[in-house]
């Protein structure tokens, strides 16, 4: 082949294969933590291979759930912290699985960025490996894209992709009925929904990222960058323990638009908002923002970040299980008549 007039390589354009290289090598030891039961092959293939027969299933039917992790990811840009986006990641994916009643299996990863800064990008992947660590299921693959000049110098975002298996005949919802209980599984913050809402309000708050956390120790930016709790392991025993009808995770929507998914026709909610006492980050943004009841909760979690919804006879077991299991459990309401919807009675303490 003759000469080429200008010369030019990959590298100049502003794509860098050799950093990508090195940050496959540098994410397969985390990769490699995550292996479990019907994992075929490591990092490095043009797929993932699962095996469902070696995970234990003899009739399974597959769950596939994706997401982010919202205007959450600009704090951690802005504020440099990595470590915990990963874990929101893998959250808010095989916590939706969950409530299907699947069992996660495997995870994969879509990172982009105009220009891959590896220690940052190896940094998120441990978090979701540690994320796939917590709930069971393994990292097969992922994607690193970096495309120059479609994101600003430092920026990137994450998308995440999981699947799950259940033996046919067991996928939730199933059975609600009316006098069901709910058990509301407390947060860990506000997870992974309603960050363009808390940016706002810290924006008038007049408040810096490294101020001083309002409402506890730290930074406001490390508060508020506290993972998305994991509930796939204590939801998995509440099943086991028997009589679950149904899972709701409580992400954007919050308590008012997430509890009417389980339900049939002809049935509604009731929440008791004096059941549980509002944690001190959504007094804090309430305060600021001066927003109204019904607006914190259809924006964010409010504390309840998984709910249960038991047969009256099974309650006790299931609440019990959930403890073992490590959860804190509050009786939240339960199942009435009616036409869809959540009613709430009582008031946020």
């Not at 964010?300 to 299931?318: D, K, S, T, W, Y």
Request: charged residues 20%.
């Amino acid at each position: 082949m003759s000469e080429q007039k200008n010369g030019l390589t990959y590298a100049q354009a502003g794509v860098d294969i050799d950093a990508g290289n090195a940050l496959v090598e540098r994410i397969k030891p985390a990769a490699k933590r995550t292996n479990r039961a019907g994992v075929m092959a490591g990092l490095g293939g043009f797929g993932g291979l699962f095996d469902l027969k070696a995970a234990g299933y003899d009739d399974p039917v597959l769950v596939a759930a994706t997401d982010g992790v919202g205007t959450k990811l600009r704090i951690a840009i802005d504020t440099g912290y990595f470590d915990t986006v990963g874990i929101d990641l893998v959250a808010m994916c095989v916590n939706d699985l969950v409530c299907q009643g699947a069992e996660p299996l495997f995870f994969l990863d879509y990172f982009a960025t105009g220009a891959l800064d590896v220690d940052a990008a190896a940094r998120v992947i441990e978090g979701i490996a540690e994320g796939c660590v917590a709930s069971g299921c393994a990292l097969i693959g992922g994607e690193t894209a970096e495309m120059p000049g479609m994101y600003e110098a430092g920026d990137f975002d994450l998308a995440g992709f999981a699947v799950g298996a259940m033996e046919r005949g067991t996928a939730l919802p199933v059975g609600v009925a009316e006098g069901d209980i709910l058990l509301g599984l407390g947060s860990n913050g506000v997870h992974s929904n309603g960050y363009s809402l808390v940016r706002k309000i810290v924006e008038v708050a007049g408040l810096d990222w490294d101020a001083d956390c309002p409402w506890g120790e730290a930074t406001l930016g490390a508060a508020l960058l506290a993972p998305t709790r994991l509930y796939v392991k204590p939801a998995l025993a509440a099943i086991a323990a028997g009589g679950v009808h149904g899972l709701a995770h409580i992400t954007g929507g919050g308590l008012t638009e997430n509890l009417p998914r389980v339900l049939p026709e002809g049935l509604s909610i009731c929440v008791d908002l004096s059941a549980w006492e509002l944690p001190p980050v959504f007094r804090w943004l309430a305060g600021q923002g001066g927003l109204a009841d019904a607006e914190l909760l259809k924006t964010f979690n409010a504390g309840i970040g998984m709910v249960v919804v038991v047969a009256p006879e099974a309650a006790e077991a299931v609440a019990h299980a959930l403890r073992e299991a490590g959860e804190s459990v509050v009786p939240l309401g339960r199942v009435e008549a009616g036409q869809g919807g959540v009613r709430f009675e009582g008031a946020l303490l």
